[in-house]
């Protein structure tokens, strides 16, 4: 005996749109001739980003891309979570994400080609943290080093705005050490 099931799946479905927000893992201070943009993780951040990865896993997202700033530290960042995700995916990195502000990370986020369901922008403090409080009702006094935000939406990426999204989850390593 054959049993077929048939799942079927509205329009709206179909075009949902996940934004996955990952502040880049904890960073080295050591070596204080580095200058910022080149400050590579440290071991705490290299541990981090594979719980917080793996913690991803489970919500079964499938990332089209991730773009991340060009930063050491973030770049580095989004290797080791596509890394430990095994996805395949292609990292981008791009000059103006670096410690750029939540408005210039949203005009950027306006502009990625609809092409692309689920992508992830890989940046800095503060400009990170104050665009998910706009991005949705869910405010976030903080995303911490390595913490990890996901949004969803209906519309084409040039139409995110303020509160144009819904909020999907929020994560962090420390959530995970207690």
Not at 8 to 31: G, N, P, Q, V, Y
Not at 45 to 58: E, Q, Y
Not at 82 to 99: F, P, R, V, W
Not at 144 to 149: D, E, K, Y
């Amino acid at each position: 005996m054959v049993i077929i099931i048939t799942v079927s799946i509205t329009k709206k479905e179909r075009s949902m749109k996940k934004l996955i927000l990952l502040r880049h893992a904890k960073s080295s201070w050591k070596d204080l001739s580095i200058n910022d943009f080149d400050r590579p993780l440290n071991k705490r951040g290299k541990r981090d980003i594979p719980i917080i990865a793996k913690k991803f896993l489970s919500r079964n997202i499938k990332l089209d891309i991730i773009i991340s700033s060009s930063a050491k530290r973030t770049l580095d960042t989004a290797k080791i979570f596509a890394e430990t995700i095994e996805s395949g995916t292609n990292i981008l990195q791009k000059d103006e994400l670096y410690e750029a502000s939540s408005h210039k990370i949203l005009k950027f986020i306006n502009q990625i080609d609809n092409i692309y369901n689920n992508v992830m922008i890989v940046c800095h403090n503060p400009g990170i943290t104050n665009l998910a409080n706009c991005l949705s009702d869910f405010l976030i006094d903080n995303i911490p080093t390595a913490g990890i935000v996901g949004f969803t939406f209906d519309n084409n990426w040039d139409a995110i705005k303020e509160n144009s999204c819904s909020f999907l989850f929020f994560d962090y390593p420390k959530k995970h050490f207690r």
